[in-house]
């Protein structure tokens, strides 16, 4: 077993679909779980390629139900048909949460617009994954903005700010200051502000991401392996953390 495989794994944020200009990728459900049985991962936290193609991501859940951990793309953008479709997700296609991609969508990560996403997912005991890093609309101080509002939602902040060494930072000290969010480290610029955010946010709240298809696995694994924990440390943010925190 190669160094990349030997721990398992819970992916905390990939993409099913097809992702056009300027991306052009895709990544089907073979795929993935090519991908999952190469790497040790034993679930992954699939949403699809836009709000308009949840029903990828469900797709990907029926025919995978033991591997795929299923989230909901919102465009709070959208209003209430946006809030009503997150709620039939949660409730009739029993969805472990929801996903916002605000800078795609294009508004703030802490705009009015989020407040009723967030409320359906409290009230479901949901969590709600939220990409970081891109101004002007994914600042981690936004995201610390909403998770004051809302002191009882867990919040992932997805990328923990990113490539930026700035938003990086800022990701770490919202999570310190806020104790309901969890940091994901795919796409992040520096693999030792990982073990910082281990050491000064918590041993349980930082989780491992590959976000397929953008990143590749053997990136975003050695990041985690080359990051300075040690070995308890590394079974935490590869697999412990996010089997506990999705409840798995």
């Not at 997912?121 to 939220?130: A, H, R, Y």
């Not at 806020?178 to 000064?200: K, V």
């Amino acid at each position: 077993m190669d160094s990349f495989s030997r721990i398992r794994k819970i992916d905390a944020h990939t993409h099913i679909g097809e992702f056009g200009s300027p991306f052009n990728i895709n990544f089907d459900a073979d795929r993935l779980i090519e991908q999952m049985n190469t790497y040790n991962i034993e679930k992954t936290v699939l949403c699809a390629a836009s709000a308009y193609s949840n029903d990828d991501t469900l797709a990907a859940f029926k025919a995978h139900p033991d591997k795929v951990v299923p989230l909901m793309w919102v465009n709070c953008a959208l209003g209430k048909s946006a809030y009503d479709m997150l709620e039939h997700y949660l409730r009739n296609e029993h969805f472990a949460g929801a996903k916002l991609q605000s800078l795609f969508d294009g508004y703030t990560a802490d705009a009015p617009c989020v407040d009723p996403v967030a409320e359906i997912c409290e009230n479901f005991g949901k969590p709600l994954f939220i990409h970081s890093g891109h101004e002007p609309f994914a600042l981690p101080w936004q995201i610390g903005l909403l998770a004051e509002r809302h002191p009882h939602l867990p919040i992932v902040m997805i990328h923990m700010g990113h490539a930026h060494g700035v938003y990086v930072d800022a990701a770490i000290t919202m999570a310190k200051r806020y104790d309901n969010i969890w940091l994901e480290t795919s796409g992040t610029s520096m693999s030792c502000q990982i073990r910082n955010a281990y050491e000064t946010v918590g041993h349980e709240r930082v989780m491992f991401g590959i976000d397929s298809p953008f990143h590749h696995p053997t990136v975003e694994i050695q990041k985690v392996m080359a990051c300075g924990v040690d070995e308890n440390g590394l079974e935490n943010i590869f697999y412990n953390n996010a089997k506990k925190f999705l409840g798995l």
